[in-house]
């Protein structure tokens, strides 16, 4: 059974009044093994923020199912969703997100002060996350004293702090410059290494030269997708690069 299974995803929105509607998502089906790194490209207005909020629980798609390791997010009452995401979910978005009141610690740990795990736990899963993500020393800063890429990485200690089954990513490497960029992205790398599956939207053929798979969506749907395999990172770049070009020329020339 594959971890999350995306079947016949639409998506359209009405505009005010119902005088136009907006077809973002047209028949998406994809589906994501446990252990995987996908990046999701696409130019602006493809569909990709559409359907990371759907597969991050934010939104409900107009037709289709999305099912997380068979469980379809159909079942899971609105009342419940905050739950279902907090438990399931680790998400990592271009901005941070992070409270600037909160202390670095205290950023890292919200999600499990929400799920009411003990002080015992939350230090033990502290410990052992900090220092694999380069933030040692900086837990008592707060985020207006640290840098681009160590907020950024503190945002992934957050989303991963609870041993999520899928971790979203949208734009991580946005913010940053690209010293911090490289280094993030070497970070999933190692953190999909070690067994985590992610999921990240991007708009860097770098950033999505990380991913084991690349989709790329054009006009709400999977128009074409790229193995890594046994390719080099610079081999998958350039082809990225080709493919990324060849959506813009309308799709000629992808094979």
């Known amino acids: 059974m594959a971890l999350l299974d995306v079947r016949n995803l639409q998506k359209v929105y009405t505009t005010r009044f119902g005088a136009q509607k907006v077809q973002a998502l ?28 759907i597969l991050a629980a934010l939104d409900a798609p107009t037709s289709g199912q999305v099912l997380l390791e068979g469980r379809s ?17 680790g998400f990592v978005f271009q901005d941070f997100n992070l409270l600037d009141t909160f202390s670095i610690r205290d950023n890292i740990l919200l999600p499990l002060v929400l799920q009411n795990r003990t002080v015992a736990e939350m230090d033990r ?12 020393g900086l837990e008592c800063k707060f985020p207006y004293e640290v840098s681009g890429g160590q907020k950024q990485r503190t945002a992934v200690a957050r989303a991963l ?12 490497t946005g913010a940053l410059d690209s010293k911090a960029a490289t280094r993030l992205m070497r970070m999933f790398a190692e953190i999909n290494q070690s067994g985590q599956t992610l ?14 798979r690349i989709l790329f969506i054009k006009d ?6 790229l193995y890594g395999g046994n ?17 813009s020329d309308g799709g000629a020339g992808i094979d």
């Open 73 to 89: 997010f159909s079942e899971v009452k609105d009342a419940q969703k905050a739950a279902f995401r907090r438990d399931n979910l």
């Open 199 to 212: 999921l990240m939207v991007t708009h860097s053929a770098q950033a999505a030269s990380y991913a084991s």
């Open 125 to 136: 899963r502290l410990e052992s996350l900090v220092p694999r993500l380069g933030l040692s």
């Open 161 to 172: 702090i609870t041993d999520p089954r899928l971790l979203l990513a949208d734009e991580p």
């Open 231 to 247: 390719t080099t990172r610079d081999a998958l770049y350039q082809k990225i690069i080709a493919t990324l070009t060849a959506l």
């Open 220 to 225: 709400g749907q999977v128009f074409h997708q």
């Open 26 to 53: 047209t028949d998406v089906t994809f589906t994501v093994e446990a252990g995987e790194f996908i990046a999701i490209m696409g130019e602006s207005g493809s569909g990709k923020t559409t359907l990371l909020n």
